[in-house]
Each structure stands twice: as structure tokens, then as C-alpha cells.
């Protein structure tokens, strides 16, 4: 099998956490779209949950973005720019883009030694997030995305595998902001970026097509990157009711190397330094991915609505791992995929239903390798060669019952199978060939109580299973799949309230949140490489709160805060003790305020404050992280420069005040590499015409 690579420390409610609540304009536009003229609020649809609906209908904690989110004088090449905003939601290694930025929501995918786990990711209705319960985030291009929805809870009833919480991207297919774009920018560290992009609609045809084209030297040694993105949809109506869309996404990365983790020593020496295995092996990966996707909609398919998705791709990968020895590995992966999905709304009884019911389907086949490399980083002997497949297959439902015109019933059930086989064929250290099947089922209950039109409570319950991926089935005994590790089954219970306070032009969003883990997943480090156990059960409970204050016409307060403890309730291994010690790699405090100004046309101004509170980066607990603060500038203006041609310039600072810190921590590290430094202060600027 392929492998890639105590103390309790209580929740505070510290003066940082205590201040929001002394400053309560502090908010966050995440949930609906700014106050009108009249100081109402337009009905907000979100639709991540697969059942569109409106937002104060809906029972759950769900997160919607919007292009000026996403994109007012942000870079766009990493998700954290706008999902920095989201409470519940914490993202690491901005800068590392061999290994991939790290997310969790609500303490899923922190267990990632790199990359995405345990949360699903989709682009376009196509999933990003493997059967196997990965995810790639490399070809999610955020310079097309109009829309980002996140659901911070598990949501295994919808998505399946791996789902203790959805990401849900969309891209613009042109009909809503036709015209053409050309956008360079430049910054510190080598930072390069330029853009093209054209859309628009004639008749029953719309297309909207954009390529990027990155160049990162990077703030540390072996860390330079190289990246170009194509992005295209194009749609054709096939009456009032029908459409078909299809979608193309290209992905090539020559380069991405990777400066590797630090111990404390190497940080007080330099903090620009990779590591010296890094520097000496020439770390980094390459990937070369296609993917093509084709969809149809029938909004009058009998009394319902009918929405069909299938799409394939081929991913071609390989990586030299940061250590002497087994450390080339790579695999050429092809990817396809369906889904079916019919909406219908009837009366039962006297109350109407909403309701959902689909299939999804996928197929996952990586041929994998990994070769032997010396002290000097000359690449030996294969020392492994497999076929990893791993299948699966759920069918759902869901349904929303209008109890009253105020209160909404929501219940979904799920039952998915997932099954996961290695080909070994590389034998003369043994047969390591195995298969495992796993058939959950899952289940959600949700009630909604709208008691003003744009007031809302909700409670909501649901549980989630996610299998471990193909790494974490690795074997320390050698020889196949290690028959000890199991999938962590998870039960989530949440209650909010979200609303608009028209007299004081300000939204909320308040949710509590408790979640038990049983049989969570865990790595440990065995000789240098990374292994996982069911080691025992997690407890995460916590309260997200997000506040929007329009202050003035020009004037808008966004705020989320996240506090959360997050520990393992029992974790025992044959040689230690965890149990009421924090879960690594997580901090229980979060912070992120926004004071935008927003002038004539296109000029604003963004001075935004994020709050990270100190984690811990160990099972032991025996490494500690210090909290630290960040604040970061935005600023642009736009010019009419004749006809329909716009020029719109951008300036942004991160880390003003160059704090150190870590932008990435690497959990259980070997050595007591655990430190990823992120640079000071670094300046980038922009340039747009439209036309």
C-alpha cells in the first residue's frame, strides 16, 4: 500500500472572543446579498443542500458567497481568500502548493497531513472529492466562481462519503455578466498572474470561457510553483424548460515544489529555508489533469424536474516526497462519474412537499507507483506497482413538509456503498492485494420555524460516515489493507437562528453546534512515514456567530467568530494515553472582521483583521502553537475609459504589520518538523480592462 509520506488545554472565551460582543456592528456579508433602498432584504435561494430553497427555509448552518466576495481586489488563487469569512471553516498552507491547501470545517480534514479530507467538494455539480473520500483542489478555478455555498455540518444524506461539510462552487456560464476581460497582476515573492476571460449569450447559445496563467518564486527556498488553468462551459436552451451544458476544465502544473516542514531551531535560523531533504531531493510535484463534463436539465419533466450530470477525467501525478528512500510515487488516475436527480413538490394531505430523490455513481482508478531515490535524489529501482479502484454508489431522499405556512419539516435518508480494491502487482516483498466494502446508511431530521418573514430558528441533526482513503489504508505490518482500520461515523447536532434587523440595516447568523465522533481516524508516524488508527472518539461542540452592519450608505462592519473546543474524549494506543487532549492542528479560537468602504462606481477599501488562537500540533499536546493576529489592505477604483471598455486597478497589502507565524502546521511531525513559516508582509497589485 502507498503511504504520502499531555495536557488539556481548556476552551477560553478570552478579551478577544469578549470584544466582538462589545463591538456587535462587526459582520459578514456571507448570508445574503446587501440591504436594498426600501431596508428590505431580497429572498436569498441556496441550493448546496441539492434541494433549492429559500435561506430563512431552510434548517441548517449554510454559508453563501458572492463574486464581490470572492473577488473585490483579492488574488484568487487560493480559497481561503474568501472562505477566511465562513465561521466554522479553517484553512491552512496558503503558500505550499505541492501539498495543497488544508481545510476543515468543524474539525473534519483536520486530520490532513496535506490536502483535503473528510469534506466534499464540488465544482459545477461535478465532485471534486474522490470516492475514496479525497479531494484535489488545484483546478478549482475561482477567477470564473460567481457563487460559493458551504454547509458547515455533516452532510452524508446528500453527498455520500466523506461529507462532514460541502463545499459547493459555481462558475459563471455567461449569461449574467457577458463581455470580455484581460487582468495582470504582480507581487512580492515572485508573484505573477494573468487572466483572459470572454462570455456572453446570443439566442439560445451562452459560453463562458477562462484561462489563467501562474508563476509563484515563493517566500521560502523550494517553493516556486508554475500553473495554468482553462475553464469553459458552454450551454444551449433546448426550449423554455430544457437545457444542456457542457463544461471543460484543464489543468497543467509543471512545478510545484515543496520547502517542506522546519523544527523550532531551523525557524530561529531562517525562516525562508525549506528543509534540507527538500532542497537536496528537489521536492515537488507535477500534475497534468482534463476533465469533461455534460449536463441536462428538464424543468418540466412531468409534474417534477429532472437534472442529469455525468463527467470523466484523467489525472496524470507525480511527486518526489521530501525523505531518502521510497519517496517518488506517482499514479495516472482516471475519474468518471453520474448523478440523477428528480425534483417534485405534492400535497400530502392537505401540506405541501418538497422533496428530492437521486442516484449518484463514481468510479476511481489510479495506477500507482513509487520508485526508490538516494541521498543524492537519483531515482532507483520501482519498489511498488498497483491499481487502486475504489467504486461507489448511493441512492437518496430528501423532503422539506410545510407543517404551517411558518414551520417546515425536513427528513432525508441515504444509503451508499463504497468499495475499495487493490491490485498489487509488484510481488516480490509479498501480495498486498485486498478489498473492503462498506454499505451506510445515513440519516437527517430538520425542523424550521420562519416566526418573521426574515427571522428564522432551526434545529438540525443528521449523521455522517467517512471511510479512509487509500493512504490511510496503508499497513504498517506490511501486506495489504490493515485489517484494524475501520470508517469514523460521525453525529452532528446544531440549533441557529439567522435574521435581518431592517431598523439597524444589520444580519445575523447564530448557530451551537455538538458533534460526537466515534472510531475517528488518526495518523500517528511509524519509522518516518504516516499511518492511521480508529484510535477512539472525538467530541467538537462550539457556537458560530456571523454579523452584517451596513452603517452607512458606504460604510458595511462584516464579522465571523468561531469558538469551538475540540478534544478526544477516549484515544488510546498499545503505548499512550490522549483521552482529554486537544485534536492537533486546530485552533478553538477564530476571528475575521471586515470594515469595507465603498465609494462612487467601483472605488473601496477593505481593512480586514483575522484572529487565530493557539493550537496545538501534537497528539501529546506536548507542542504548543501561539495564537497570533494578521491584518490586511485592500484597495481599487475603477475608470469608464469610453463605450463599454472599464479600467479597474488594485492594491493589496497582506500581513501589514508582519507578524510571524506558521501557514501551515504538520501534524505528529518527524523530528519535530511541524513549522511551515508564512512570509511577512507582501504586497500585490492588479490591473483589469473590461470590454
Not at 470 to 488: D, K, Y
Request: charged share 20%; glycine share 10%; net charge negative.
Amino acid at each position: 500500500m502507498f503511504n504520502a509520506s499531555l495536557k488539556k488545554v481548556p476552551l477560553k472565551v478570552t478579551t478577544t472572543s469578549l470584544c466582538l460582543f462589545s463591538c456587535l456592528g462587526a459582520g459578514q456579508s456571507w448570508a445574503q446579498e446587501g440591504p436594498a433602498a426600501d431596508n428590505s432584504l431580497a429572498t436569498l435561494q441556496v441550493t448546496a443542500p441539492r434541494l433549492s430553497r429559500e435561506l430563512y427555509a431552510t434548517p441548517a448552518a449554510v454559508t453563501t458567497l458572492d463574486r464581490e466576495a470572492i473577488a473585490q481586489g483579492q488574488q484568487r488563487t487560493r480559497l481561503d481568500e474568501a472562505l477566511v469569512r465562513v465561521p466554522g471553516v479553517f484553512l491552512q498552507n496558503r503558500d505550499n502548493f505541492a501539498q495543497g491547501q488544508r481545510i476543515s470545517i468543524r474539525g473534519f480534514g483536520a486530520r490532513a497531513p496535506f490536502g483535503v479530507r473528510g469534506i466534499t467538494v464540488m465544482v459545477d455539480g461535478i465532485p471534486y472529492t474522490l470516492p475514496d473520500g479525497q479531494a484535489q483542489l488545484d483546478a478549482i478555478d475561482l477567477d470564473s466562481a460567481e457563487r460559493i455555498e458551504v454547509i458547515r455540518g455533516p452532510s452524508s444524506v446528500l453527498y455520500g462519503n466523506a461529507a462532514g461539510g460541502v463545499i459547493d462552487i459555481t462558475t459563471a456560464d455567461g449569461r449574467d455578466n457577458p463581455g470580455s476581460r484581460v487582468r495582470t497582476e504582480v507581487g512580492s515573492d515572485g508573484y505573477r498572474k494573468a487572466v483572459v476571460q470572454t462570455g456572453g449569450a446570443q439566442g439560445d447559445w451562452s459560453h463562458h470561457v477562462s484561462f489563467s496563467a501562474l508563476n509563484v518564486d515563493g517566500y521560502r527556498e523550494q517553493s516556486s510553483t508554475e500553473k495554468y488553468l482553462l475553464n469553459a462551459k458552454l450551454r444551449r436552451e433546448l426550449g423554455s424548460d430544457r437545457a444542456l451544458t457542457a463544461i471543460i476544465n484543464l489543468l497543467e502544473n509543471p512545478r510545484s515544489e515543496d520547502p517542506g516542514a522546519l523544527n523550532a531551531r531551523e525557524v530561529a535560523s531562517g525562516r525562508d529555508q525549506a528543509a534540507p531533504n527538500s532542497l537536496a531531493l528537489d521536492a515537488g510535484q507535477n500534475v497534468d489533469q482534463q476533465m469533461l463534463g455534460l449536463q441536462y436539465e428538464d424543468l418540466s419533466a412531468g409534474a417534477g424536474e429532472l437534472y442529469l450530470k455525468g463527467f470523466v477525467a484523467q489525472r496524470d501525478f507525480e511527486q518526489q516526497l521530501p525523505y531518502v528512500g521510497d519517496s517518488r510515487i506517482g499514479y495516472q488516475r482516471d475519474y468518471l462519474g453520474a448523478s440523477a436527480e428528480y425534483h417534485h413538490e405534492v400535497s400530502l394531505g392537505n401540506l405541501p412537499l418538497s422533496y428530492i430523490t437521486g442516484v449518484d455513481v463514481a468510479r476511481q482508478d489510479d495506477e500507482r507507483f513509487r520508485n526508490d531515490v538516494n541521498g543524492q535524489g537519483v531515482v532507483g529501482e520501482q519498489l511498488a506497482e498497483e491499481t487502486q479502484t475504489a467504486t461507489s454508489m448511493g441512492v437518496f431522499a430528501q423532503g422539506d413538509l410545510a407543517l404551517t405556512e411558518q414551520v417546515t419539516l425536513s427528513l432525508g435518508a441515504r444509503f451508499d456503498s463504497v468499495e475499495l480494491e487493490v491490485d498489487d502487482r509488484y510481488l516480490s516483498d509479498g501480495d498486498q492485494s485486498g478489498e473492503q466494502t462498506f454499505n451506510e446508511w445515513s440519516g437527517s431530521a430538520g425542523l424550521s420555524y420562519r416566526y418573521r418573514p426574515q427571522h428564522q430558528v432551526y434545529a438540525n441533526t443528521g449523521t455522517a460516515f467517512e471511510t479512509p482513503t487509500f493512504s490511510e489504508f496503508a499497513n504498517p505490518a506490511g501486506g495489504g489493507f490493515n485489517p484494524a482500520v475501520s470508517p469514523q461515523k460521525a453525529w452532528n447536532r446544531e440549533v441557529g437562528t439567522r435574521g435581518y434587523i431592517a431598523p439597524l440595516a444589520m444580519d445575523y447568523d447564530l448557530t451551537l453546534f455538538s458533534v460526537r465522533v466515534r472510531d475517528e481516524l488518526v495518523p500517528y508516524d511509524d519509522g518516518g512515514r504516516t499511518f492511521y488508527q480508529n484510535a477512539g472518539d472525538t467530541d467538537r461542540d462550539g457556537v458560530e456567530l456571523a454579523l452584517g452592519w451596513q452603517l452607512a450608505d458606504q460604510w458595511r462592519l462584516d464579522s465571523a467568530l468561531t469558538l469551538a473546543s475540540y478534544e478526544f474524549d477516549r484515544f488510546a494506543t498499545p503505548s499512550e494515553r490522549f483521552g482529554g487532549n486537544r485534536i492537533p492542528g486546530l485552533p478553538e479560537q477564530t476571528w475575521v472582521n471586515q470594515l469595507t468602504w465603498q465609494g462612487l462606481d467601483e472605488r473601496f477599501a477593505t481593512l480586514e483583521t483575522q484572529y487565530t488562537g493557539d493550537m496545538v500540533a501534537d497528539n501529546a499536546n506536548e507542542t504548543e502553537v501561539d495564537s497570533y493576529w494578521l491584518v490586511n489592505l485592500r484597495v481599487g477604483d475603477g475608470w469608464q475609459l469610453g463605450g463599454d471598455t472599464r479600467l479597474n486597478a488594485y492594491v493589496g497589502v497582506r500581513n501589514l504589520l508582519d507578524e510571524e507565524h506558521y501557514a501551515n502546521v504538520r501534524l505528529n511531525g518527524t523530528f519535530g518538523r511541524f513549522y511551515e513559516p508564512a512570509p511577512g508582509r507582501s504586497v500585490y497589485g492588479g490591473l483589469e480592462v473590461r470590454f
